[in-house]
Every structure is written in C-alpha cells, then in structure tokens.
C-alpha cells in the first residue's frame, strides 16, 4: 500500500523544463539582451535554488522573471558615476579629474575609429606617439622636449631607471614623500634600481649637505615636491635653482618630481599657489615629472618635460614601451592642452579649474536651492542646514590651505538613523552622492555640483533600501 508520502505530489517534479522555459517569449526577449548562454546558465541556478527551496512550483512567468532579475544584477556594471560631494575636487578614490567636453569627444573619436597614432600624415610613414603632444607640452612649459607615460608614478620610475640606475641619486630628507597607496619616494627608488642617498634633515636640508654628497657613484640631484603635507617652522630647503646650479656644475642631471604641477599659475585665479612646470624648467630643472589628472585637468598619464638628450634617453629605455600610454589618453590630454593655451578657456572648459575657481555666491546660491528639497526629503529623519564649509584641492596639491564653500549638513535626530546611516542611503541612490561625515553631521559640499537635476530628481528613492 502506498504511503501518504507518496500519495501527495512532489511540488519539485512539477518544475518546468530549461527547453520548455526557453521556448517561452520572455526568454527569447531576455536571450535578445544577456545571450542565450547566460539565460540557460541563469535559468539553471534559478531552478537549483527553487529545488532546494522545495516549496510549490511557480508559474512559468514568474520563473522567466526571477532568471531576469538574476540576469540584471549579474549585468549591472561594477565601476558606476557618482557625485563628488566630498569638498575634496580632485578626489583620488573617485577618480580625479572629470575630464572636458572637448577632451572627452577628442577621445571618443579616437576610440571609435582608427586615428594616427604612430602615423605621419604628410609622409605618409611612420610616426611618433609623443609627437601629438610634445609641441604643447614645450610651448607650455618652455621645455625642449616632452614625453607622456601612463602616470607620474611611471613617470618618475621611466626618470630614475633612466638616468640613474645602478647609481645614486641625492634626495633631502625633508622630501621622502609618501603618496598614498604604494608610491614612497624610497620604494620607487628602489624600484627604478637606482640608490637613494638621503641628505639633510627632515625640517632643514642646505646647499652643503647635496654637494657633500655629491660623489662618483651620483647619477643625478633630485627634489620632490611635498604635495601632501607642510613642513613649518624652522625650516630650510635650497631654491631649485641653487641645486640646479650646483648639478650643471658637476656635469649631473638635476631632476623634479612636481606631483601636480600647474602649468597655469593658479594665484592669478585667487587660488593658493602651486609651483609651475615652466618655473622649474626656468630655474634650470633638466626634468620635471607631473601628474595630467591632478591640476592640469586632463586624463591620468604622467607627463615628462626637459632636455631632448635625456627625454630621448627616457624614450628608449623598453620601460617606456611597458608604460606608455593609448590613443585616447593622447586624444584627451592633447584636447586638455589645447585649452590650457588660452587660460579664460582654461578656467571655463577645463572640470578642475572651473570647480576649482567657481564663486562663492554661486555655491551658495545652489545650497539656497538644494536646501528645501533635502530637508523634505529627510523630514522626521534628520535636520537640514545651509553651512559653510571649506573644499579642497585635493590629490596632494596645496594640503593646508582650504577653499570656502557652502555645504548642507544633515545632522540626525536622537530617535533617528546615525550620520552613517544617512551617508549609507545616500550611497545606495540610484546615482550615488558622496559626502563626509564632520563632527555627527553629515556633510554635502556644493562645490562640485554643477548639475542639480540628476541630484533632485533622486531625492525621492533616499531611505528606500532602509
Ligand atoms: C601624486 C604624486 C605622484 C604620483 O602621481 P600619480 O599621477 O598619482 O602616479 C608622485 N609624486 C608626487 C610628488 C605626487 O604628488
């Protein structure tokens, strides 16, 4: 006699078949999107776990769309737009410099079709990779020759291995720069295989202590530039033209690591000054190493400018085929530089310098608007206020002096979510804002929003994960 057991039918057996699912029309529409490898594939799983489950069978339909809802968290992409309402502009983990209109079509067209890259149009021959950029690179920082890599942490390795491998190259102490992430003065250094020969201390370094040092293992003089932090007080560093004085005068290359780099004096905008490549080429710099994504505004690459003999030297090192960069670097950077030429067109077209130098009153003006919505949107939740706030630079460049801006803080309430709460559901918005959190408050610097729409139109989805 049957037992009861198998009496009652197994809901499992009524499962449908993968070949019956995919003959369905929601499976052909989904095939048309995903693939129909990825369909099967999401369709098993979706019955492996239905099996397990072992409850009823649902209908087709809703089995079609689980497999779709699958399909869609597997598609969504990883790396996704956010705001950048940190204060900090130039923003290193959300990707530093937006790049220009006119630098993103350069590149788009670059990415979309062939392009001559390594082509002489007049010759019809080969031609140079740098040669779409040097010229601009020479007229902007007054260099004789410039080559571009894929960031100036490459830049300085390419310099080092360059002109001073198996050799020492003399550093004061007071410029044993940590960058962040794996870039330490010491450790690239090293990496490039040429010795560090440490001089000075860390607040005072003189013209005595580099040329004490100087000896018949030196390849080269070198200065860093303290992008992060400030050494104050009791402080002494050597001019960059003494030390590129003292190098000519021992026949040695005498080299700078800019970090930034402006190429446009930043004082004339009423920012804090940053030095410029065309300063350290003047003081007798034979290169200079800057970052394209910090102040200059364009793609990431590092850029290289100085001496033909030694620029030419960098280039035929194989280091530089392994670090080079593509064809829509160059389409970008060249574009960056172009606006770079005319520096009202600088400051309008290039993302850095515009948010860099927007006015006060206009930051302001957007918190005033922005403010009613924020505090509707987070009624009963937490409290919205109109603040000042200071922004900064960002990436290293000018660390201790600060912009004034305007910001909303979000403050929670007692019986409300915490400020990390409330970071972590504007996180989870359909476009994510970033903000940071200041003494309990959750703060939203204006600076760099310079389209409110997209900002507002999502206000209506904040807490909807909560
Ligand atoms: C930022 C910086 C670097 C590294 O530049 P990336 O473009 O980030 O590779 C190296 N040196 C200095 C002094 C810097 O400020």
Same mark, same amino acid.
């Given at each position: ?7 009652? $039918? ?16 929601? !499976?052909?529409?989904? !095939? ?32 079609? *769309? ?9 598609? +969504? ?14 923003? /290193? ?21 062939? +392009?001559?890259?390594? %082509?002489?149009?007049? @010759? ?8 779409? =950029? ?12 410039? =080559? ?24 004061? @102490? ?8 794996? %870039? ?15 001089? #000075? =201390?860390?607040?005072? /370094? ?9 000896? $018949?293992? =030196? ?22 033209? &003494? ?25 004339? %905008?009423?920012? $804090?000054?940053?030095?410029?490549? @065309? ?10 190493? %800057? ?30 085929? !392994? ?14 530089? @172009?606006?770079?030429?005319?520096? &009202?067109? *600088?400051?309008?077209?290039?993302? /850095? ?18 403010? $009613?919505?924020?505090?509707? +949107? ?6 919205? !206020? ?20 305007? #910001? ?59």
């Amino acid at each position: 006699m049957p037992t009861q057991d198998a009496m009652t $039918p197994d809901p499992r057996t009524a499962l449908p078949s993968i070949d019956r699912l995919l003959r369905h029309a929601d !499976a052909a529409a989904l !095939a048309a999107g995903h693939g129909r490898q990825r369909v099967v594939a999401a369709l098993r799983a979706e019955l492996a776990d239905l099996r397990a489950a072992g409850g009823a069978a649902p209908g087709d339909a809703a089995l079609l *769309a689980g497999c779709a809802r699958r399909l869609a968290a597997g598609a +969504a992409p990883s790396l996704v737009p956010v705001l950048n309402l940190t204060g900090t502009v130039n923003h /290193t983990n959300l990707g530093r410099a937006l790049w220009s209109q006119r630098a993103a079509d350069a590149a788009y067209g670059a990415m979309r079709g062939a +392009a001559n890259l390594e %082509f002489d149009l007049d @010759r019809g021959a080969r031609g140079a990779r740098d040669s779409h =950029t040097e010229r601009l690179l020479c007229d902007l920082t007054g260099a004789e020759a410039a =080559t571009v890599v894929n960031n100036n942490a490459a830049a300085v390795l390419l310099m080092l291995n360059t002109l001073a491998q198996g050799r020492e190259v003399i550093v004061s @102490r007071g410029e044993l720069v940590e960058i962040g992430g794996a %870039f330490r003065v010491p450790d690239v250094m090293r990496g490039a295989g040429a010795r560090l020969r440490e001089v #000075g =201390t860390t607040n005072r /370094t003189h013209r005595h202590d580099y040329a004490g040092a100087i000896g $018949p293992d =030196t390849a080269a003089l070198m200065k860093v530039h303290a992008s992060n932090y400030a050494i104050r007080g009791f402080t002494a560093e050597v001019p960059q033209a &003494d030390l590129a004085a003292l190098a000519a005068g021992h026949g040695l290359p005498f080299l700078i690591d800019l970090g930034s780099g402006s190429l446009l004096r930043l004082a004339q %905008f009423g920012l $804090p000054d940053e030095p410029t490549v @065309r300063q350290a080429i003047a003081d007798g710099a034979d290169v200079v190493s %800057f970052s394209g994504d910090k102040l200059l505004g364009g793609p990431q690459c590092g850029i290289l400018v100085g001496k033909r003999e030694l620029i030419d030297r960098m280039r035929a090192n194989p280091l530089k085929r !392994a670090l080079r960069v593509d064809k829509v670097i160059i389409a970008g950077l060249e574009a960056t530089l @172009r606006a770079c030429a005319d520096t &009202d067109l *600088a400051r309008r077209e290039i993302p /850095t310098l515009r948010l860099l130098t927007r006015p006060l009153a206009e930051i302001a003006a957007c918190a005033e608007r922005l403010h $009613p919505a924020v505090a509707a +949107a987070l009624a009963g939740v937490a409290e919205v !206020a109109v603040i000042p706030c200071r922004s900064q630079i960002g990436s290293g460049a000018q660390p201790v002096d600060l912009l004034d801006s305007r #910001g909303l803080a979000i403050t929670p309430r007692a019986d409300g979510p915490s400020a990390s709460a409330i970071a972590r559901m504007f996180r989870q918005l359909p476009l994510p804002v970033i903000g940071r959190i200041h003494q309990g408050a959750f703060i939203l610097d204006l600076r760099c929003l310079e389209d409110e729409g997209p900002f507002l139109a999502q206000l209506g989805h904040l807490g909807a994960g909560r």
